[in-house]
């Protein structure tokens, strides 16, 4: 539900509207009729319980674990002209361009949308993010008229690719990359068109379980219809079109305030993606951020050719990817919808890595070139508000896709499995450390790990670690979040690895004067020879019966000065396993008595002020080059091989 304090700051600012103003442009639709502060409180709220019952009827109905415990989805409201009224508690990728793709659905169906109908789309060439997105939407009708669509979309585990995966990093093209659905009925007046739904399941694997989150899906958006009808219903259509209106009038009038507050100029960022699943590395993404009054645009031109594989962006991630940076560095109680998103614009040229062009592949938009276009916008946004910004987050290095055959029950079945438990961490900010396991800024906290009795339970293999990697974090007055060390161990045969990950080669960044992430890596050891195989963030590889796969994923980058980090907190880190010792005395200046294991406060101070007048001058972020970390290079031992992108 939308935080009281919403609410409230909501209710004062109806009142206000009754003061005189001065003079500014026109917002919404000019639609007639008085806004009572209760009444417009009580609907903004009621939107936001019917978005947050449509993600609980998904979340506890779906068959994968993608969706079902990792959460690797999102539930939003839109009106009847594809503008978001509403989502709650969903993934920044997905509600930040909906309405790409929901504009779409609506212009290829425009004059035969009806009652009972349900449309899907997962082709990234129709405004989708990419194609292991999977959207379904239904128009909402009351008394014969459109109100509302609600929506929902989930990450495949499967989309039918060439490998068993729905993010095959190494697709030169759409037609590597699974079955395209452009908008498409699966149901038409109420009726479901069978002949489409076992079209759609011939062409995936592990058909039960995809049928089953299908089912998620429509039982999330037909839950979002019946809460929408009986709202029209108690209200009547008129009040609750103008309440949805001032809704984003309000949105639209907080969010210009705040850019407002971001001094007019042009600001520049650039970051790398670390390869393109073929062995091309360091490609390069680069963002302008022009702010000019109560508008933010943003320019990818400054950006490397699409590459031959799935890491390009399609168009809706590069919109979602433009925006979500300017929306984590508003004020939190600004309801995001369409009154925020008006005030953001993006471009890049088609052909780019950033705006890929068909046929090209675009597997792994929302995580690869998504959360370095994101970084590149936060290093942008550094120079002009740093107070607003976060360290780099871990990107989705260490995040594997594995499958196989299961044989424990006695019949084999096949199964597979996205597992995020080793996932990295978030950077910090200005005010506070970063959290662990953020995985990803395009799900910005919104995924979750799944417990590891139910990974052993449900799928044959062993998490033998999963544990905080020490030292992994950018360091800080305010360090990024750790990362974490992960093992695990085939319990039944062996199984195929898919990497699709990125942020290992490129660390995550540090903010004014913090230090980056280590980006970390993963490797796969033999237990009776020993060897290990390391590999970049993507790669395919199969596990054996004797083999193990281990990874370090990245800490969040860190911010401020390391230096001015209190030292207590530094020994609190310290007893809790997330700095070392070494790294204490060496990064921030705090000698700590190993024997007591108390601060020496004489040598503590005597130690800083030497490394304060050594320190070079102030960088807002950090690193500034490609290809900054070096993880493999320190963990590789004599006889150890690294592999790019391997095959």
């Not at 705006?355 to 995580?367: D, G, I, M």
């Not at 946004?381 to 910004?389: D, G, I, Q, S, T």
């Not at 790990?449 to 974090?473: G, K, N, T």
């Not at 007048?613 to 970390?629: D, E, F, H, I, M």
Request: hydrophobic share 35%; proline share 5%.
């Amino acid at each position: 539900m939308a935080s009281t304090s919403t609410a409230r700051r909501a209710v004062r600012q109806i009142k206000d509207q009754d003061k005189p103003k001065p003079a500014a442009r026109k917002r919404g639709n000019g639609a007639a009729g008085a806004v009572d502060s209760i009444t417009f409180s009580v609907i903004l709220n009621r939107f936001s319980t019917i978005a947050n019952e449509m993600t609980l009827t998904m979340e506890k109905t779906a068959w994968t674990s993608i969706i079902a415990l990792a959460r690797d989805f999102s539930c939003a409201i839109y009106d009847a002209k594809a503008r978001q009224i509403c989502m709650q508690d969903a993934l920044p990728i997905h509600t930040n361009s909906l309405h790409v793709v929901l504009g779409e659905i609506a212009r290829v169906f425009e004059g035969d949308i009806h009652d009972g109908d349900v449309i899907v789309c997962n082709d990234a060439y129709s405004g989708n993010t990419h194609i292991g997105d999977f959207v379904t939407a239904c128009p909402v009708f009351h008394q014969g008229k459109h109100m509302f669509w609600s929506v929902a979309k989930g990450h495949q585990l499967d989309c039918g690719a060439y490998i068993p995966t729905s993010v095959p990093a190494p697709a030169r093209d759409v037609w590597q990359e699974g079955l395209q659905l452009p908008p498409i009925k699966f149901y038409e007046k109420g009726q479901r068109r069978e002949d489409v739904v076992r079209m759609y399941l011939a062409n995936v694997r592990w058909q039960e379980w995809l049928y089953g989150d299908l089912m998620a899906q429509l039982g999330s958006i037909w839950t979002g219809r019946r809460r929408l009808v009986e709202l029209a219903a108690h209200y009547g259509n008129d009040t609750i079109e103008r309440y949805a209106e001032a809704i984003l009038d309000y949105s639209d009038r907080r969010m210009a305030d705040e850019i407002r507050a971001i001094p007019d100029g042009d600001y520049d960022g650039m970051s790398w993606l670390d390869s393109d699943g073929h062995g091309m590395t360091n490609i390069q993404v680069g963002a302008r951020v022009s702010v000019r009054g109560e508008n933010v645009h943003i320019d990818f031109s400054n950006s490397d050719p699409q590459v031959p594989s799935g890491n390009n962006s399609s168009y809706g991630v590069m919109q979602a990817a433009a925006g979500i940076p300017v929306l984590c560095s508003i004020d939190p109680t600004i309801p995001h919808n369409d009154g925020c998103l008006r005030h953001i614009t993006a471009d890049a040229p088609k052909g780019t890595v950033c705006n890929a062009e068909y046929p090209a592949s675009t597997a792994l938009a929302t995580v690869g070139p998504g959360d370095t276009m994101q970084e590149a916008v936060w290093k942008a946004l550094a120079h002009a508000v740093p107070e607003r910004v976060m360290g780099g987050s871990g990107k989705d290095g260490n995040l594997p896709m594995f499958s196989g055959t299961d044989t424990r029950s006695g019949k084999p079945v096949d199964w597979g499995c996205m597992l995020f438990n080793g996932a990295p961490a978030g950077g910090a900010t200005s005010s506070a450390d970063g959290w662990p396991l953020i995985m990803t800024s395009a799900g910005m906290g919104g995924l979750k790990i799944m417990s590891v009795e139910l990974c052993e339970l449900f799928y044959p293999y062993r998490i033998d670690r999963q544990e905080i990697a020490a030292d992994s974090m950018g360091h800080g007055k305010h360090i990024g979040g750790p990362g974490v060390d992960i093992q695990v161990s085939p319990t039944d045969g062996g199984f195929q690895v898919e990497l699709f990950g990125e942020g290992q080669g490129n660390p995550p960044f540090g903010v004014m004067n913090g230090t980056p992430g280590i980006g970390g890596g993963s490797y796969k050891e033999n237990l009776e020879t020993g060897k290990r195989t390391y590999f970049s963030s993507k790669g395919r590889f199969y596990i054996g019966e004797n083999d193990i796969w281990a990874g370090t994923s990245s800490g969040g980058g860190g911010y401020g000065d390391a230096l001015e980090r209190d030292p207590e907190a530094v020994l609190e880190s310290v007893f809790d396993g997330m700095l070392s010792l070494e790294c204490a005395e060496d990064v921030y200046g705090v000698v700590i008595n190993r024997a007591m294991m108390t601060i020496d406060r004489a040598k503590t101070e005597k130690l800083r002020a030497k490394m304060a007048a050594k320190r070079g001058p102030l960088q807002v972020t950090s690193p500034s080059r490609p290809g900054a970390a070096d993880w493999i290079q320190r963990k590789l031992r004599q006889g150890d091989e690294y592999l790019v992108d391997a095959q």
